[in-house]
Nanobody, 124 residues
Framework: QVQLVESGGGLVQAGGSLRLSCATS????????MGWFRQAPGKEREFVAT????????YYADSVKGRFTISRDNAKNTGYLQMNSLKPEDTAVYYCAAEYGGIWAVAAIAYSYWGQGTQVTVSS
């Protein structure tokens, strides 16, 4: 199993930046993909970004493409989501997810392991 803990959320003004971190532990010696999802109040959880096991392939939701960057440092067992040019509509709880396997995936069902979430609030 893999345990995940997110950090780095907070309150930021529109146009600002935040970097979320996702620290993993447990059986991290196996290859695993990582993803970021978010859920705003009253809305369903939605895909944000995903990265394959070694970090050389990524995919983004259209709503964040060009503004967010997903990355990972396997030596530190940590994933990241750099968020730039934040908008009020980016306000949500952001969740990190992981699943054993090499390639990335956009569907939440493709991930078995989830963090507790970190709140991101963007003020206008």
């Amino acid at each position: 199993q893999v345990q995940l803990v997110e950090s780095g959320g907070g309150l930021v003004q529109a146009g600002g930046s935040l970097r979320l971190s996702c620290a993993t532990s447990g059986r991290t010696s196996r290859r695993y993909r990582m993803g970021w999802f978010r859920q705003a109040p009253g809305k369903e959880r939605e895909f944000v970004a995903t990265i394959n096991w070694n970090g050389d392939s990524t995919y983004y939701a259209d709503s964040v493409k060009g503004r967010f960057t997903i990355s990972r440092d396997n030596a530190k067992n940590t994933g990241y989501l750099q968020m730039n040019s934040l908008k009020p509509e980016d306000t949500a709880v952001y969740y990190c997810a992981a699943e054993y396997g090499g390639i990335w995936a956009v569907a939440a069902i493709a991930y078995s392991y989830w963090g507790q979430g970190t709140q991101v609030t963007v003020s206008s």
